[in-house]
């Protein structure tokens, strides 16, 4: 019936959205996390990737979160010699995360997050006022 | 029977359209940020031509069946179901390829169920003309 597999279309949207926050919040929770050996690497930013996948079954094309990647930009670094991270020089490296983009991406997965919501009350709706046809 | 009458007929096959149309529209949101996804619509069907089709007796009116004009031509069919997806001209492509705007697919979600509403609602109505005639009252 398709407005279950579109429901259920969307419930991958939603399951695929919570996991984009959940990256987001590793980001976040993780923006000041440095290496604990001299020299060492901090954490590096993870980056959700989605892509489109046909279900057989229903023939329509799921969303799917992929492997997460990691983003390969630079290190910036600080100096803090007292640093259990810091090398010779007295720089620590840390991790490539902006705060700001992160909150925006935030701002992002919930928008599409609430989209997808209002798919499955407003299928909801269609289908209630479709069986409403057999109450009069 | 009671699609054989092409009130009804026609009503079943647009609410039929709408439902489709509702897993496109909810294809397109759940993949608002993959790369590379195109947004597609459901083609608008010619409602036109499946009443006139309903009203020359084919049986199910989700096909349109084309007019024989001489014993010696073939019968056929032209499209099965009449609901075929394209992908839609958008004004807006992220460098990523997805050219899935979340406002418009908003408006097409609303457009869709005020449209399946109205065929529901006519189609309530028939079945209380029905009832009338059948002397039933409301």
Known sequence: ?136 | MLTDLPLFAALKHKMRWHEARQTVLAQNVSNADTPGYEARDLSAPDFGSMLGAARARVTSAAYVQPARTNAMHMTGRLSAGGMTQEAIDTFETTPKGNTVVLEEEMMRLADNQMQHQMAVGLYQKGLGLLRMALGRGR
């Not at chain 1, 799921?62 to 259990?84: C, K, M, Q, T």
Request: proline letters at 6%; zero cysteines.
């Open chain 1, 1 to 136: 019936m398709d407005f279950l597999n579109s429901i259920m279309v969307a419930a991958k949207g939603l399951r695929a959205q919570s996991g984009r926050m959940r990256v987001i919040a590793e980001n976040i929770a993780n923006a000041d996390s440095t290496a604990s050996t001299p020299g060492g690497d901090p954490y590096r930013r993870k980056v959700p990737t989605f892509r489109a996948v046909l279900d057989r079954a229903t023939g329509a094309h799921n969303v799917e979160l992929g492997p997460v990647a990691r983003d390969p930009s630079a290190f910036s670094v600080r100096y803090e010699p007292g640093h259990p991270a810091a090398d010779e020089a007295g720089y620590v490296k840390r991790p490539n995360v902006n705060s700001l983009i992160e909150t925006v991406d935030m701002r992002e997965a919930q928008r599409s997050y609430q989209a997808n919501l209002n798919i499955i009350s407003s299928t909801r709706q269609m289908l209630a006022r479709t069986l409403d046809i057999l109450r009069s």
